[in-house]
């Protein structure tokens, strides 16, 4: 991971005030607080939370976004899920992405769009096969995300078909993928 930071680092350092960095124990508060003022209040009702659930995120896949003062003011966390089964009846793994957030002081500035990509980067790198997300389709499309490829998966609870999008970062993975989307990574201790 640190490969990947240091290039987003390099990419966004000469004209920013932020930095992409790997989220530590010290940054819980911070990133909590941030989620709080970004999501609402309701933000721990949604599908995606019941999943992400007194679990862990997937290994090296919570990233930050730092200001010039090292304070936290972004978050993008992925995790591990089976989306469903394929057709031959085998659990399909891949990561559920969220939530993102920036600090309204910060928007505008790029910052969700170098979470995005240094995530991607990363779960890829990592070898994971796809990335599913709810959310706006207008602003994830431009990362890879589109809803055909969550047509006959579904999230515990309710969910807009419209925001479950996914991004196969193996072509195919999710070919004949159906089901509910289920947590399977790392339990919290």
Do not use: C
């Not at 990133?31 to 997937?58: F, H």
């Not at 990233?63 to 469903?84: F, K, P, Q, S, Y």
């Not at 992405?97 to 309204?104: F, K, T």
């Not at 979470?115 to 994830?140: C, N, Q």
């Amino acid at each position: 991971m640190a490969a990947v930071l240091d290039s987003v680092r390099a990419f966004f350092a000469p004209n920013s005030t932020f930095t992409i960095d790997a989220e530590t124990p010290a940054d819980v508060v911070a990133r909590e607080t941030l989620l709080d003022r970004a999501m609402g209040p309701d933000r721990r009702r949604k599908s995606s939370e019941k999943i992400r659930r007194n679990r862990v995120p997937a290994e090296g896949l919570a990233i930050v976004a730092r200001d010039g003062a090292g304070h936290v003011i972004g978050t993008v966390r992925l995790w591990n899920v089976e989306a469903g089964i394929s057709s031959e009846g085998q659990a399909i793994d891949a990561l559920l992405l969220g939530p993102l957030a920036v600090d309204s002081a910060h928007e505008g500035k790029g910052i969700g769009a170098a979470l995005m990509r240094a995530a991607i980067t990363e779960a890829h790198k990592r070898g994971h096969g796809a990335v599913l997300l709810v959310g706006d389709a207008a602003y994830y499309e431009r990362f890879g995300f589109f809803a055909d490829k969550t047509r006959h998966l579904v999230m515990p609870g309710p969910f807009e078909r419209s925001r479950f999008l996914a991004l196969e970062l193996k072509a195919g993975w999710l070919e004949g993928a159906a089901g509910m989307i289920v947590a399977n990574g790392r339990k919290l201790a």
